[in-house]
């Protein structure tokens, strides 16, 4: 049998042989015995150099074609296989589109952060300006510049964080309305809220907390009153508890302040006549506040006998606390969504 004909048997019969191939490994196979090294192909490829030099070009047209012909085989029938392993796949992974999809929990605002963009919102449309300063301070700003020298016995109040001797985590908001006054170098009028976090050594229950959040106010002016102070109060009682609401002032004592008042708002529960919340009072404390102190006012560069002013601070806790009746404030740090749900920001 001459060269040919063997080329074209074998041609006919890998033409006939590769359909029955089923699989990847299997036509690799198939193409290792035709096309390998040691493959039918390359035996007959060997009978070249026994041949005539006026033979080998016609030798190798018919090889060359011979073997195309074979990986054409080949390439066709990998491409059948590779789209039934698809429609296999397919098959078997087939979504049924008339069944419910899955539904993905939406994310929403923390409850704390909730109610202190409540307020800010409130505030800005009083025409306050929302500050902000660092969680870390010095000792001068949380302490000296409010009226609290080293050694004065009000710091026992607020169990402080130390990281130096004159660095700590901030027992308040306070230091940032002291560096909005030293900023103020025309020492004109102020009128911010300061929102943030605050730090303080405590033993954590269902009433106090390690770090919590601060939304301390402060105005500064000619004319500010203990009115003016009253008013504004007045307005965050009844935007965060509902528009009946009414406050008192009692009279209290803080360093940064002169006079300063506990402020109190009436009970929502019972309307102000007395029940288990209010401890029979008709009244829940809600926050401090009071005049700022002429200390302070000098301590920043501010003319005391020019400018007076009025602060209040308030726990954002505290706050959403009451209003939703909320009675362990370890439940805003727990992250348990059954908890987060109840409070949809919509």
């Not at 198939?30 to 005539?52: Q, R």
């Not at 030798?59 to 060359?64: I, Y």
């Not at 004065?152 to 109040?157: E, I, L, S, V, W």
């Not at 926050?287 to 209040?312: I, P, R, T, W």
């Amino acid at each position: 049998m001459n060269v040919k004909q063997q080329l074209e048997n074998m041609i006919a019969e890998a033409k006939e042989q590769v359909l029955i191939v089923k699989s990847i490994h299997e036509l690799n196979e198939f193409k290792s015995k035709y096309l390998g090294k040691k493959g039918s192909f390359s035996e007959i490829a060997k009978m070249m150099k026994d041949l005539p030099n006026d033979e080998k070009p016609v030798f190798g047209k018919l090889t060359n074609e011979a073997k195309q012909a074979i990986n054409e085989y080949i390439n066709n029938q990998r491409v059948i296989i590779e789209e039934a392993i698809i429609n296999e796949k397919l098959m078997k992974e087939t979504i049924d589109v008339t069944l419910p999809g899955k539904e993905f929990g939406i994310g929403q605002t923390h409850l704390l952060t909730q109610i202190k963009e409540e307020i800010e919102d409130l505030f800005i449309g009083m025409g306050y300006q929302v500050m902000e300063g660092p969680e870390v301070e010095i000792d001068e700003y949380n302490f000296e510049k409010l009226n609290l020298p080293k050694d004065h016995p009000a710091r026992d109040m607020q169990d402080t964080f130390y990281i130096t001797d004159e660095t700590l985590l901030r027992t308040h908001t306070s230091p940032v309305q002291v560096r909005t006054m030293l900023d103020n170098s025309e020492k004109g009028p102020i009128k911010i809220i300061c929102p943030g976090k605050v730090y303080r050594r405590d033993d954590d229950d269902a009433t106090h907390s390690h770090q919590f959040m601060q939304i301390e106010g402060l105005v500064v002016d000619e004319k500010t009153s203990m009115a003016d102070l009253k008013g504004t109060l007045l307005e965050v009682a009844k935007k965060m508890f509902g528009s009946n609401r009414d406050i008192r002032l009692r009279p209290s004592y803080f360093p940064f302040t002169e006079p300063s008042v506990e402020v109190d708002v009436s009970c929502a529960n019972c309307n102000g006549k007395g029940c288990n919340i209010c401890k029979h009072t008709g009244w829940i404390e809600i926050l401090g506040a009071g005049m700022v102190n002429d200390k302070v006012l000098e301590a920043s560069g501010y003319d005391s006998k020019k400018y007076q002013g009025f602060a209040f601070g308030m726990g954002v806790e505290r706050i959403a606390m009451l209003k939703y009746g909320i009675n362990d404030i370890r439940m805003f740090y727990l992250n348990d969504l059954r908890f987060n749900k109840q409070f949809t920001n919509e």
